[in-house]
């Protein structure tokens, strides 16, 4: 029983589960046919487009997920709020520029999530990903002053440190030697 209950076959059965249920909201009714047909076309597309294998290191720690998705949904909130702010108020448009983040996230997993969670705040965008050097360059809608480029800088590290502790604990992570080149 045990060699059926591994982490790829729940991988699998998790993808199987989520495709069927995307299927059935989308359809809009909970019938019978309709979670059958879903299954159906998720095991369809999961057969004949398979993704590439990603290595996953560390594992996944539940609540620190879910201080990451509250604090990444208040940021979020905050920002929208900014840029809003940024569009009615009276005065000219703010000062934007692009700013260099060096990341310290070892899967190439979790840096993608991370960069795609900076995406999700609004008045941000991830314009180039470095992987070698673990080095993103965001494009940001406030760096009018050295108070708004610090505050970016501690969202980033905020959100890096979370992205860590629920995907990569320091100690479940691996030695990576960094090249003498991208040393500072």
């Not at 899967?107 to 705040?121: A, F, G, R, Y």
């Not at 673990?134 to 760096?143: E, F, G, K």
Request: hydrophobic letters at 50%.
């Amino acid at each position: 029983m045990s060699r059926f209950v591994n982490r790829d076959n729940v991988l699998r059965v998790a993808v199987l589960s989520w495709l069927t249920a995307v299927w059935v909201a989308l359809w809009g009714d909970l019938s019978l046919a309709n979670v059958l047909a879903g299954a159906i076309v998720a095991l369809i597309v999961v057969v004949a487009l398979p993704l590439p294998l990603v290595p996953v290191a560390g594992r996944f720690h539940p609540l620190s997920f879910l201080e990451l998705v509250a604090v990444g949904t208040y940021y979020a909130l905050e920002s929208s709020l900014q840029v809003a702010w940024f569009a009615i108020r009276p005065s000219g448009p703010p000062v934007s520029g692009v700013l260099r983040v060096h990341l310290s996230i070892q899967s190439d997993l979790v840096l993608v999530m991370c960069t795609d969670l900076l995406n999700l705040i609004p008045g941000t965008m991830v314009l180039e990903l470095d992987r070698a050097r673990c080095v993103v360059y965001v494009h940001v809608l406030d760096v009018g002053s050295d108070e708004a480029v610090a505050e970016f800088y501690r969202t980033t590290r905020r959100l890096e440190h979370l992205m860590i502790n629920a995907f990569e604990r320091p100690s479940e992570r691996r030695r990576v030697e960094t090249p003498p080149e991208v040393q500072p």
